[in-house]
């Protein structure tokens, strides 16, 4: 199993900046892309950003400019920094993992995709 630890969310004024990680763990031969994704009440889960296992990376239009995701990939963790908030910017924020890893069900390595609990991000106005 993968387990997708997340923290960092909270409450914050507009304007104000957070830092959330995904730590990674459990059994699995190799990371290929890592995302950030979020869900307002309400509203379908989507994608806010993602980075490749070369550190290509990826922006939804609405945070641009504003949000930076980043990886360490000795440490199996991601982050996503956060800044310029906005109120619209509130969410569940959830951490995606796609890797490979030795399925028991096909006694093959497959490639998983693991999600986070997710962490509140909650940004006054």
């Known amino acids: 199993q993968v387990q997708l630890v997340e923290s960092g969310g909270g409450l914050v004024q507009a304007g104000g900046s957070l830092r959330l990680s995904c730590a990674a763990s459990?059994?699995?031969?190799?990371?290929?892309?890592m995302g950030w994704y979020r869900q307002a009440p309400g509203n379908q889960r989507e994608l806010v950003a993602t980075i490749t296992g070369v550190g290509s990376t990826n922006y939804a239009d609405s945070v641009k400019g504003r949000f930076t995701i980043s990886r360490d990939n000795a440490k199996n963790t991601l982050y996503l920094q956060m800044s310029s908030l906005k109120p619209e910017d509130t969410a569940v924020y959830y951490c995606r993992l796609d890797g490979e890893r030795y399925l028991v069900t096909t006694g093959r390595v497959g490639t998983f995709t693991s999600w986070g609990q997710g962490t509140q991000v909650t940004v006054s106005s």
């Open positions: 459990g059994r699995f031969n190799s990371i290929n892309t």
